[in-house]
T-cell receptor, first 115, second 113 residues
Framework: AQSVTQLDSHVSVSEGTPVLLRCNYS??????LFWYVQHPNKGLQLLLK??????LVKGINGFEAEFKKSETSFHLTKPSAHMSDAAEYFCVVSERFSSASKIIFGSGTRLSIRP | DSGVTQTPKHLITATGQRVTLRCSPRSGDLSVYWYQQSLDQGLQFLIQYYNGEERAKGNILERFSAQQFPDLHSELNLSSLELGDSALYFCASSVGTITDTQYFGPGTRLTVL
């Protein structure tokens, strides 16, 4: 069965400091993993996607995530936070080859950036 | 702009009523997905259609139904509305499978009074 856990509901960092948003998942098959971002009153936008190619995935706006199968983690990082990064971030797992293909969103992590 | 359009932007209705939300996918995308986002339940996958056929089902209530038409636009029908159905409803589209990148519309905010 699929599940995804975002370990922090809220993360606050200072502008220019590193960002770490944590995500653990479980999946019975080889999953696809995503990070999406949602700015206030907007739809979701893809940040990056893992599909069993390189374990270190680079996304837009300087974000990247590393797939660690042994730890069942897919944490999102960025070396230096910018004020425009303030948003809600969702970790997502989906499976296609199970008998009932599904997609599950994590509960979200709200990222705040302090000036 | 993702290329996915949703109408209407806002909808206010009363309990017991029925509403229809509409979604037009990006040009070339065959799959449409519906999601419900609320404060208490977060973002929930409801249903996926691929080229007119239901492909995957999530936490969709029996009072809700969806369809995808030959021109690939989709409609989500919500009936016997309850206060708890108040939420933001998103549509997304992708080229094909549920593991593809999805492009999200701006959402329809439904308020049930």
């Amino acid at each position: 069965a699929q599940s995804v856990t975002q370990l922090d509901s809220h993360v606050s960092v200072s502008e220019g400091t590193p960002v770490l948003l944590r995500c653990n998942y479980s999946s019975s098959y080889s999953p696809s993993l995503f990070w999406y971002v949602q700015h206030p009153n907007k739809g979701l936008q893809l940040l990056l996607k893992y599909t069993s190619a390189a374990t270190l995935v680079k996304g837009i706006n300087g974000f990247e995530a590393e797939f660690k199968k042994s730890e069942t983690s897919f944490h999102l990082t960025k070396p230096s936070a910018h004020m425009s990064d303030a948003a809600e971030y969702f970790c997502v797992v989906s499976e296609r080859f199970s008998s009932a293909s599904k997609i599950i969103f994590g509960s979200g992590t709200r990222l705040s950036i302090r000036p | 702009d993702s290329g996915v359009t949703q109408t209407p932007k806002h909808l206010i209705t009363a309990t017991g009523q029925r509403v229809t939300l509409r979604c037009s996918p990006r040009s070339g995308d065959l799959s449409v997905y519906w999601y419900q986002q609320s404060l208490d339940q977060g973002l929930q996958f409801l249903i996926q259609y691929y080229n007119g056929e239901e492909r995957a089902k999530g936490n969709i209530l029996e009072r809700f139904s969806a369809q995808q038409f030959p021109d690939l636009h989709s409609e989500l029908n919500l009936s016997s509305l309850e206060l708890g159905d108040s939420a933001l409803y998103f549509c997304a589209s992708s080229v094909g499978t549920i593991t593809d990148t999805q492009y999200f519309g701006p959402g329809t905010r439904l308020t049930v009074l």
